[in-house]
């Protein structure tokens, strides 16, 4: 068992998210709700286009509430062992993924552009140049330069004890 020098877990938490999705809902169950006061249809000649709204609804529904759970139980959790840097991103990656320490060739904390570099938050690979990203939130991250050329970016909170915890396990032999 590898020594733990650091560990942090991050959720996805943008706000808008939640202001796109609740108000889509609303909006949706407003719509399905096309019962006149007797519980019939209120245009019995149009029960096709009921039927095909009602199919459109439901399909929606069922879209947006997966969505709400996904947004929900994702997260970054990233730990930095005396081996190296274990990323784990569920439901998306639930398998620990390791960056040894001998595959790290240098590294720093820096300010980044999610949408510019990497297309948004999330598991991506950006450009040639940028390399893959683990991100939630923020604009912080710890870039690593990989021995084989490969760069790789992950988001931060806490930028100061992510720095303390990579000179610890850098320098730790």
């Keep these: 068992m590898s020594k733990l020098f650091y560990s942090e877990e991050q959720k996805f938490s943008h706000p808008w998210v939640w202001l796109v999705i609740f108000p ?3 909006i949706l169950i407003y719509l399905l ?3 006149d006061s007797d519980g019939g249809l209120t245009n019995p000649d149009n029960r096709d286009d009921i039927v095909g709204l009602i199919i459109l609804g439901v399909a929606f529904f069922v879209m947006m509430v997966g969505l709400t759970i996904l947004f929900y139980k994702m997260k970054l959790i990233t730990q930095i062992k005396a081996n190296g ?3 784990k991103y569920p439901p998306m990656i639930n ?3 390791l960056i040894s320490k001998a595959k ?5 904390i820096r300010k980044y552009h999610p949408s510019r570099e990497y297309g948004g938050h999330g598991v991506k690979k950006g450009h040639r140049k940028a390399g893959r990203a683990y991100t939630v939130s923020g604009r912080i991250g710890l870039q690593l330069h990989l021995t084989n050329g490969e760069k790789v970016l992950i988001g931060t909170h806490r930028k100061e004890a992510i720095k303390y915890a990579m000179d610890k396990m850098i320098s730790n032999d």
Excluded: A, D, H, T
């Design 24 to 26: 889509s809902l609303g």
């Design 33 to 35: 709700n096309i019962n």
């Design 85 to 87: 840097i274990y990323i």
């Design 95 to 97: 398998k620990e993924r």
């Design 104 to 108: 790290i060739k240098s590294y720093e």
